[in-house]
């Protein structure tokens, strides 16, 4: 099953310093050798960000983030793994190698 | 029919855990195991009476249960046209060789008392799934609307689900945090039940204590290893135990020292002490709910207010603040510093925990008592004034306002 895990940032264009981006390595290296790994990046600010809405008769974009909050998805992994117990403590040593909160969320489940 | 209808009661309490626990393991889905668990108890109460009590009640539940369940899976997959039952008969394998006990009920009330639930989520199921009370009692319980009680029951388990918390025991090296987890929403049951009882909110509320007792009594039985585990049984045998003796005749909250020892349930106080002394015969460390016990332990054994071993209440909390640097372990240490050093000194710690408890009402009613101990009437005076204010529980007011007026003026 695979799970989103969100970076929670409440400064735009924060983005980790070396050590915490070196932590990060660590981190990934770790998912890549443990089979949890399928991808992962960081986000540039809310503020480059585009809406799109095409539900219509034409695409219209709006400039901005669809949320405006003082928390902000700073990046995210993709994770693979069996069940949220095995989820939730890779996800607390994501949010140790960010030095960030983070969220954990299921991807709805392909077999079901 | 008396003795028919005493065996299904009997049966609940002693086997719906254990049904809805095998066939959570089974199907892997709480809602299943709960509705096929609520279905052989209902088909046990149309069929005892006339077929007689089966020699193994549990048993012949869950394998009435598991029927159930099999019915439910094969209507909903015609429905959906899915086929899953390829997926039952051979889906419930990998789980059961997993985890450090081997024991379903332990791994329904790990799943309920799971972590990435909110706490009042985890009460709930826990109550509902283990404890086996219908939502409605859950609901009359906690004051709150069925349906209310019933969609926070709804949520977590669709929770359960769609994230997939496992119906596992935790790893060894996750127990100890996870044992505590499952003590804290047992702990809160208690409490629940214990700080609002006699408070003219009815029976159901002080059944909650009972069954917060029977859970605790449940986890030791599973975990009869666990230090932490015979601790909160103790800490709840004996402040349970003090029960009678705590709402006085004219319905206000009568403190330890106040209370009739007398009205005590004494085989409550003995199987306390009983499980206070086997931890300390182990010469293990004790965890935070050990030494509450202890410290209960020592206050029952005193016949007499006058005849408590103060000096060792006070190096049990020593010990608890070496563990929990929390104010109010803090405060409840002051206050038993007052008895074995005198008011001054106690008022002198309490004092230094202003700025962490000036919202606490226990905080400024424990300076009222000291201040009116010290002959400082106006001051105390005004501390009961705010322990009024900051209180939220009817006895404990009336507690309160009582004393503030026997002020000498």
């Given at each position: 099953m695979q799970y989103l895990i969100s970076v929670i940032d409440v400064q735009p264009g924060s983005p980790g310093n070396p050590t915490e981006m070196a932590a990060i390595d660590v981190f990934n290296e770790r998912l890549r050798a443990e089979g949890h790994w399928v991808f992962a990046n960081g986000l540039a600010s809310p503020s480059a960000a585009t809406v799109i809405d095409n539900r219509g008769a034409e695409a219209v974009f709006t400039d901005g983030p669809f949320l405006e909050s003082k928390e902000y998805v700073a990046g995210f992994w993709i994770i693979e793994a069996p069940d949220l117990d095995v989820a939730l403590k890779l996800a607390a040593e994501g949010s140790k190698s960010c030095n960030r909160k983070v969220e954990v969320r299921p991807c709805l489940d392909q077999e079901a | 029919m008396r003795d028919v209808s005493e065996a299904i009661s009997q049966a609940h309490r002693?086997?719906?855990?254990?049904?809805?626990?095998?066939?959570?393991?089974?199907?892997?889905?709480?809602?299943?195991?709960?509705?096929?668990?609520?279905?052989?108890?209902?088909?046990a109460v149309e069929r005892w009476p006339a077929d007689g009590v089966p020699p193994k009640p549990g048993a012949w539940l869950t394998t009435t249960a598991h029927r159930k369940a099999i019915d439910?899976?094969?209507?909903?997959?015609?429905?959906?046209?899915?086929h899953k039952e390829a997926q039952l008969a051979s889906g419930d394998d990998s789980s059961e060789s997993l985890g450090a006990i081997d024991d379903e009920r332990l791994r329904l009330i790990f799943?309920?008392?799971?972590?990435?639930?909110?706490?009042d989520a985890r009460v709930s199921l826990t109550l509902r799934m283990v404890g086996g009370l219908t939502v409605a009692e859950i609901a009359r319980a906690f004051l709150v609307q069925e349906t209310t009680m019933g969609r926070r029951i709804t949520r977590a388990k669709a929770k359960i689900k769609a994230a997939r918390i496992p119906f596992r025991v935790p790893a060894a090296e996750d127990l100890p945090a996870r044992v505590s987890g499952v003590l804290a929403v047992l702990f809160l049951i208690?409490?629940?039940?214990?700080?609002?009882?006699?408070?003219?909110?009815g029976p159901v509320r002080d059944d909650l204590t009972a069954e917060a007792i029977r859970l605790t009594r449940l986890v030791r039985v599973l975990m009869p290893q666990d230090g932490e585990v015979a601790g909160l049984l103790a800490l709840m045998l004996l402040t349970e135990a003090r029960?009678?003796?705590?709402i006085s005749a004219s319905g206000d909250l009568a403190t330890i020292?106040?209370?009739?020892?007398?009205?005590?349930d004494s085989a409550l106080v003995a199987e306390g002490h009983r499980l206070v002394r086997e931890r300390l015969a182990t010469g293990v460390a004790p965890g935070r709910y050990q030494i509450l016990a202890a410290i209960n332990a020592v206050h029952t054994s005193a016949h007499d207010v006058r005849d408590t071993d103060w000096s060792q209440v006070v190096a049990l909390y020593d010990q608890l603040v070496?563990?929990?640097?929390?104010?109010?372990?803090?405060?409840?240490?002051a206050i038993a510093v007052a008895e074995l050093d005198g008011p001054e000194?106690?008022?002198?710690?309490?004092?230094?925990?202003?700025?962490?408890l000036a919202g606490y009402h226990a905080y400024h009613a424990t300076r009222a008592h000291l201040l009116r101990r010290l002959g400082r009437s106006q001051e105390s005076y005004a501390a009961y004034d705010k322990a009024i204010d900051l209180s939220s529980n009817a006895a404990e007011s009336a507690s309160l306002t009582r004393r503030r007026d026997q002020l000498p003026s």
């Open positions: - | 002693e086997e719906w855990a254990t049904v809805v626990a095998v066939l959570s393991s089974r199907f892997g889905d709480l809602d299943v195991a709960e509705e096929a668990a609520s279905e052989a108890f209902a088909t439910r899976i094969r209507r909903e997959s015609k429905r959906d046209g899915k799943t309920c008392c799971h972590p990435a639930l909110a706490m208690f409490n629940e039940g214990y700080l609002t009882s006699g408070l003219g909110t029960r009678p003796a705590r020292d106040e209370q009739d020892r007398q009205a005590w070496r563990l929990d640097a929390s104010p109010i372990i803090a405060l409840n240490r000194v106690s008022l002198a710690a309490v004092d230094g925990l202003a700025d962490a």
